[in-house]
C-alpha cells in the first residue's frame, strides 16, 4: 500500500536559519501529498498539499515541491522563526474512497531565538 | 465557532471506570474519525467512519469502541478504562464526497487520564 518515510527528528534550529525535513513515499499512481502542523496544545491541521506531479504546495512561507521522479514531498522554509517551533508530520498519500490516514511519529521542530 | 468540537477537553478517571468522548463536526463531511497521540509514538488511528452505516477498525482498537450517532457525531469509547489508554485523542473530519483531495480537519483534543 501506499506510505511515507520521513526523517527522524527532533530538529533544532537557530532563528532566520534554513528548514528542510525529508519526507518520501511510497505509491502507485499520483495521490495527493500532505504536510500537517501541530502547534503546542492543538490539534493537526493542513499547512499545505500538492495533488499532482510537480505542483508545489505553499504556505506561511513553507513549500514542498511533488517531485514523482524521486517521490519526494520536502518541506522547506528559508528562514524559520521561533513561532514555527511545532511537530511536523509528512502524512501518506490519498487516492480514493478508501484513503485514510495514519500519521506517524512526525518531526519537532524547535527554532532558537 | 469551531468546526470540529471535542468533549471533554480534560478527563482523570480511574481503572475500570467506562469513558466516552464525544466528537461533534459542523463541516458537514461524511468521513469522521478517532487518533490517540502518546509522546514518542505519534499519532494511531482507532477506528474510522467512512459514512454513517461504515465503521472500520484502526491500528489500535482493541479496549475502544465507537458510534457514529449521525453523520455530524462520532463518539469512542473506553468500556474499562486502564492506565495505558492515557494519552491526548483526536477526532478529524474529511470529505470526499465532493471529489476533494481528503484533507483531514482536526478537533483541538481530549486530554485523558486514567488513575
Known amino acids: 500500500g501506499d506510505s511515507v518515510t520521513q526523517m527522524e527528528g527532533p530538529v533544532t534550529l537557530s532563528e532566520e536559519a534554513f528548514l528542510t525535513i525529508n519526507c518520501t513515499y511510497t505509491a502507485t499512481g499520483y495521490p495527493s501529498l500532505f504536510w500537517y502542523v501541530q502547534y503546542p496544545g492543538e490539534g493537526l491541521q493542513l499547512l499545505l498539499k500538492?495533488?499532482?506531479?510537480?505542483d508545489k504546495g505553499s504556505n506561511k512561507g513553507f513549500e514542498a515541491t511533488y517531485r514523482k521522479e524521486t517521490t519526494s514531498f520536502h518541506l522547506e522554509k528559508g528562514s524559520v522563526q521561533v513561532s514555527d517551533s511545532a511537530v511536523y508530520f509528512c502524512a501518506p498519500p490519498t487516492r480514493g474512497r478508501n484513503s485514510k490516514l495514519t500519521f506517524g511519529k512526525g518531526i519537532t521542530l524547535s527554532v532558537r531565538p | 465557532d469551531a468546526d470540529v468540537t471535542q468533549t471533554p477537553r480534560n478527563r482523570i478517571t480511574k481503572t475500570g471506570k467506562r469513558i466516552m468522548l464525544e466528537c461533534s463536526q459542523t463541516k458537514g463531511h461524511d468521513r469522521m474519525y478517532w487518533y490517540r497521540q502518546d509522546p514518542g509514538l505519534g499519532l494511531r488511528l482507532i477506528y474510522y467512519s467512512f459514512d454513517v452505516k461504515d465503521i472500520n477498525k484502526g491500528e489500535i482498537s482493541d479496549g475502544y469502541s465507537v458510534s457514529r450517532q449521525a453523520q455530524a457525531k462520532f463518539s469512542l469509547s473506553l468500556e474499562s478504562a486502564i492506565p495505558n489508554q492515557t494519552a491526548l485523542y483526536f477526532c478529524?473530519?474529511?470529505?470526499?464526497?465532493?471529489?476533494?483531495?481528503?484533507?483531514?480537519?482536526f478537533g483541538p483534543g481530549t486530554r485523558l487520564t486514567v488513575l
Open positions: 500538492a495533488t499532482k506531479a510537480d
Open positions: 478529524a473530519t474529511s470529505d470526499w464526497t465532493s471529489g476533494n483531495t481528503d484533507t483531514q480537519y
